[in-house]
């Protein structure tokens, strides 16, 4: 008898401490939550998009259309107006006191420093549309502009293309592009593997019982998917700049099939743009240098990228402006100052420069010397 008392007293116990950790889950996910355990499928795919892959929630700092914005608008007076297509350089990002990158404040940005250059050395007002966001590359911009471009009307499409649109080309977006009859982009659709995140955390916290859900959501976030994201990556290679850091030699004989797909998908996105804005001149391909391009420490960067956006932009007859040589002098013998420590971004103060001699080169593109 006293054992079977002491066995319904472990049993009330167990019950009332089950009910109790459950009742306070379910208050925590109404007040809190410290722990989310009621997701919604059409919250979590908000960063999705079937014609975009990802893209920036509206509001705040971005618009609806994925253009970002500004502390200061555009002037009702612009004499012209521009669209700057690009990646996290053209969104422009900074780093926090906990080490976390995130995206700039919006007087930092390249189209910014732009506008503020021909105001205060020109005179001119111009309107500039930063459309500009992280992990995008030509593939992404194909249908970007042919979203944008009828929407934003601009007398001229500055597209800044990075090193790391050549492995985002082949490697993440190669797979997942939709193209229409004539073999053009017209939209890159979601990364399988977030579309399996996102719907394995609704699928985990769609349990009766919060109890149930809050160890579904561990084994699914801290096993099943990151299982799941170590299969996918095996795909490809880990380092998005490896390419860059190999001799020019040995990546155009080992890397000709990459680079040849990166050159067909800026040929793409150049036809695109030049039919919709009326004349190559109305299109102006610009490129950065990151560290390994200008220190004479650490790794040297090849400039595979740059010489095929040269080629691309020649046979098109679209102008192209590299940024190096001017920042090479700009930066002197610290290149490291004007980049984010352990980051292959830019600083506030190398997005300023970078934006200033993409000022300059643009005043005398568009007759503004």
């Known amino acids: 008898m006293r054992a079977g008392s002491t066995i319904r007293l472990v049993a009330i116990n167990i019950v009332v401490g089950l009910f109790m950790f459950e009742s306070s889950l379910r208050i925590q996910q109404m007040t809190g939550p410290f722990i989310d355990l009621e997701y919604r499928a059409e919250s979590l795919a908000t960063g999705l998009s079937e014609e975009l892959n990802h893209v920036p929630t509206a509001g705040g700092s971005w618009n609806r259309d994925g253009i970002r914005t500004m502390e200061e608008p555009n002037s009702a007076q612009c004499s012209q107006s521009l669209l700057f297509l690009g990646d996290s350089f053209m969104q422009a990002v900074q780093q926090m006191p906990n080490g976390d990158i995130?995206?700039?404040?919006?007087?930092?940005?390249?189209?910014?420093h732009v506008r503020r250059f021909f105001r205060e050395s020109l005179g001119k007002e111009l309107c500039v549309f930063n459309a500009g966001y992280a992990s995008y590359s030509p593939s992404i911009f194909v249908p970007q502009a042919k979203k944008l471009i009828p929407l934003v009307k601009p007398d001229l499409v500055v597209i800044d293309v990075d090193e790391t649109d050549l492995w985002d080309d082949y490697y993440r977006y190669r797979d997942l592009v939709m193209r229409d009859g004539e073999g053009s982009i017209t939209a890159v659709r979601p990364t399988p593997v977030y579309v399996q995140f996102h719907n394995g955390l609704v699928d985990s916290t769609s349990k009766t019982l919060f109890t149930h859900r809050l160890f579904s959501k561990l084994y699914f976030t801290g096993i099943e998917y990151p299982r799941l994201l170590a299969r996918y990556n095996?795909?490809?290679?880990?380092?998005?700049?490896?390419?860059?850091?190999l001799p020019a030699a040995e990546a155009r004989q080992i890397h000709a099939s990459e680079i040849e797909h990166f050159k067909s998908t800026l040929d793409d996105l150049t036809r695109t743009v030049v039919a919709r804005v009326g004349s190559p001149q109305r299109l102006i391909y610009i490129h950065h240098p990151h560290l390994g391009h200008l220190s004479t420490r650490g790794v040297k960067f090849n400039n595979v990228v740059s010489e095929v956006l040269r080629d691309v932009a020649s046979r098109n007859n679209v102008r192209y402006y590299d940024a190096t040589e001017e920042l090479r002098v700009e930066f002197g013998g610290s290149p490291e100052t004007y980049y984010i420590?352990?980051?292959?971004?830019?600083?506030?103060?190398?997005?300023?420069?970078?934006?200033?001699?993409?000022?300059?080169?643009?005043?005398?593109?568009?007759?503004?010397?």
């Open 102 to 112: 995130v995206a700039s404040h919006p007087s930092d940005t390249i189209p910014v």
């Open 341 to 369: 420590p352990d980051d292959v971004h830019f600083n506030a103060v190398g997005t300023r420069a970078y934006g200033i001699a993409v000022g300059k080169y643009l005043a005398h593109a568009l007759g503004d010397h």
């Open 234 to 245: 095996q795909r490809r290679p880990n380092d998005n700049l490896f390419l860059a850091k």
